[in-house]
């Protein structure tokens, strides 16, 4: 029996998509070694504030380093962005129902003292998911030593890994030809993600946060949340 493939680059408190995927693949594989892009979600996210959605970003330094990679990026430690991060969290999300349960192991990880990005996402996703009952199979592109590029590249893991079938972001249509995919046996699969509403503070609901907004929320009920309403479309 074949097994679906989630490739995704990390993110900083990924939103619900995120560990959507993560939830639904067999194996997910964390794409590190592509470049990093300034002005995306490798290193932010938003939470809601009273005043809506708030953005908390970590600073990264990428000035006269070329075009790094994302396994390589370094956190700009002269910045105290962890002690920042912790106070917006404790101010917006102080009176949620499970703040209490959550928020001393998240800022303890927030608040230590970070070289790389990559290892902080790293640990925030492997926290994250462990608190929602995620336990998919994680490994790092950087790791597999699987040559290629774009769609070859993407092919040569998937098999690598004993798949038949990507489960893909729903970006992807506009850069996959799942014709490709469909020529080596492999199924491309685009995630569909019908975001849920649930509780939130703060009146009317914001959706695309950080998935920490649903942990601190709803708690123990946050994985059937995350992938209820949710389809997906086979090509």
């Known amino acids: 029996m074949g097994?679906?493939?989630?490739?995704?680059?990390?993110?900083?408190?990924?939103?619900?998509?995120?560990f959507e995927q993560l939830a639904r693949?067999?194996?997910?594989?964390?794409?590190?070694?592509?470049?990093?892009e300034k002005g995306g979600w490798r290193n932010r996210n938003r939470i809601k504030t009273p005043q809506g959605a708030q953005w908390l970003s970590v600073p990264v330094l990428t000035k006269n380093?070329?075009?790094?990679?994302?396994?390589?990026?370094?956190?700009?430690?002269?910045?105290?962005?962890?002690g920042k991060h912790v106070k917006s969290l404790r101010q917006n999300y102080g009176k949620a129902p499970y703040f209490q349960d959550y928020a001393p192991e998240l800022f303890s990880i927030l608040?230590?003292?970070?070289?790389?990005?990559?290892?902080?996402?790293?640990?925030?996703?492997?926290?994250?998911?462990?608190?929602?009952?995620?336990?998919?199979?994680m490994v790092l592109a950087s790791e597999l030593d699987i040559?290629?590029?774009?769609?070859?590249?993407?092919?040569?893991i998937i098999r690598h890994l004993g798949g038949d079938?990507?489960?893909?972001?729903?970006?992807?249509?506009?850069?996959?030809?799942?014709?490709?995919?469909?020529?080596?046996?492999?199924?491309?699969?685009?995630?569909?993600y019908m975001h849920p509403v649930y509780p939130q503070l703060y009146g009317d609901f914001i959706s695309h946060l950080s998935v920490v907004d649903l942990l601190f929320n709803c708690g123990p009920e946050s994985r059937d949340i995350l992938l209820r309403q949710n389809t997906t479309r086979d090509t």
């Not at 700009?76 to 962005?81: D, F, G, I, Y």
């Open 25 to 36: 693949a067999d194996v997910f594989v964390v794409y590190d070694d592509v470049q990093f």
């Open 147 to 156: 040559p290629g590029v774009r769609t070859e590249r993407l092919i040569r």
């Open 3 to 18: 097994r679906t493939i989630g490739i995704l680059q990390p993110g900083y408190l990924p939103w619900l998509g995120f």
């Open 65 to 82: 380093e070329g075009f790094p990679l994302i396994r390589d990026v370094c956190i700009n430690r002269k910045e105290a962005w962890g």
């Open 165 to 192: 079938a990507f489960y893909e972001g729903a970006a992807g249509k506009n850069y996959i030809d799942p014709q490709e995919f469909l020529d080596q046996g492999i199924t491309v699969i685009f995630q569909d």
């Open 111 to 137: 608040e230590r003292d970070w070289d790389r990005l990559h290892d902080l996402n790293l640990e925030l996703i492997g926290w994250l998911a462990g608190k929602m009952g995620i336990a998919t199979e």
